[in-house]
């Protein structure tokens, strides 16, 4: 089983190989990483060929306008031929186990999975906060919508043919997410191995930094991309609100 492997870049050149190191150590070794780049003013499109010159299961992409992490996840997407279908961001790392143990997980049973993660910092410091370690089980449209679970993007593995449409919505922040929404709502579960699997770097201009922005970012997708009345919106979020305030791990 081949297992395609979607990022995009853009202006990662600091991050970018040790990010394709960390998929390249896989224990598992039947994969493609599939690359779209952005638009990038630094030397991430130099490193990223240089890459796939040397190893043939990196493929690139090249956005021709500036045009957000939608397209190029989408442009990659489109262009998988795995039977799965796993997400890793261009400053993001795995253990080597990973993809091993999440398609041992997933078996021929669940289609949808994600890991729990750990933070660190743009100098690789561990910062000793695990998400989603202390969950277990599954978890719903209605779940996810009240955010029981954070679902960190580089921890997602998807069984490609149990979905028919994977395109992420057209939004500049947040598009990952809503994604996860979509294909819930067809009544799809997703599925926890909650083992740090993944290392998630947060940087100092991250969006996860900022709460008002991820909190306008919620609300938006809740109202324009859901469609969800203002009352059911307004329950929603305050769920996410207090989750976002109390969640430990």
């Not at 370690?133 to 149990?162: I, P």
Request: one cysteine or more; hydrophobic letters at 40%; glycine letters at 4%.
């Amino acid at each position: 089983m081949k297992v395609s492997i979607i990022t995009p870049t853009y202006n990662s050149a600091n991050w970018v190989l040790k990010t394709y190191e960390s998929v390249h150590k896989q224990t598992y070794s039947n994969w493609e990483w599939l690359v779209t780049d952005d638009c990038s003013s630094d030397e991430t499109l130099i490193i990223l060929n240089k890459l796939a010159n040397e190893d043939p299961r990196v493929r690139v992409f090249s956005n021709v306008a500036n045009s957000g992490a939608a397209v190029s996840r989408n442009n990659s997407i489109k262009a998988a031929q795995g039977e799965f279908l796993a997400f890793i961001d261009s400053d993001d790392l795995w253990f080597q186990d990973k993809l091993e143990k999440q398609l041992a997980f997933m078996g021929e049973s669940i289609d949808f999975s994600f890991t729990a993660y750990e933070l660190i910092d743009e100098n690789n410091t561990r910062l000793n906060k695990s998400v989603d370690s202390t969950q277990q089980g599954c978890f719903s449209y209605q779940d996810m919508l009240r955010k029981k679970a954070t679902l960190g993007c580089s921890t997602v593995m998807l069984r490609k043919s149990s979905f028919d449409d994977i395109t992420m919505p057209l939004i500049r922040t947040g598009q990952d997410y809503a994604l996860w929404l979509k294909l819930l709502k067809t009544g799809k579960k997703a599925h926890l191995l909650n083992e740090v699997l993944t290392l998630y770097r947060i940087l100092p201009d991250s969006i996860s930094r900022n709460k008002i922005k991820k909190a306008k970012r919620q609300w938006q997708i809740y109202r324009e991309i859901e469609c969800l009345g203002f009352i059911e919106s307004s329950i929603n979020f305050c769920f996410y609100a207090f989750r976002a305030v109390f969640r430990k791990s």
